[in-house]
Nanobody, 125 residues
Framework: QVQLAESGGGLVQAGGSLRLSCAASGRIYNSYAMGWFRQAPGKEREFVAAISWNVGRTYYEDSVKGRFTISRDNAKNTVYLQMNNLKPEDTAVYYC??????????????????WGQGTQVTVSS
């Protein structure tokens, strides 16, 4: 069993930056991948970024490439999402999630059995 807890959300002006953290408790196996998703009001949950736990291979949704960076600290069991040049359309609740295999399709939330409770990110124009 894995528990995930996000932190670091808040209110920021357009062009600003935030760093989200996701602390995992429980055993994280090398086969796992960690992902970030977001959900805006009235919209479906969408993939943002993912990283494989062992080698750190990263994946990004097109709209955040070049602005967001996902990273992990294996010793701290923590995943980060550095978000730069934020835009109002980035406003959403951001969720951290864990997938059992980095070989699964990481863009599909169905492949993530473990989820955090989410943290609100609001970008004002």
């Amino acid at each position: 069993q894995v528990q995930l807890a996000e932190s670091g959300g808040g209110l920021v002006q357009a062009g600003g930056s935030l760093r989200l953290s996701c602390a995992a408790s429980g055993r994280i196996y090398n086969s796992y991948a960690m992902g970030w998703f977001r959900q805006a009001p009235g919209k479906e949950r969408e993939f943002v970024a993912a990283i494989s736990w062992n080698v750190g291979r990263t994946y990004y949704e097109d709209s955040v490439k070049g602005r967001f960076t996902i990273s992990r600290d294996n010793a701290k069991n923590t995943v980060y999402l550095q978000m730069n040049n934020l835009k109002p359309e980035d406003t959403a609740v951001y969720y951290c999630a864990a997938a059992l295999s980095s070989g699964s399709y990481l863009g599909n939330p169905v492949n993530y059995p473990y989820w955090g409770q989410g943290t609100q990110v609001t970008v004002s124009s």
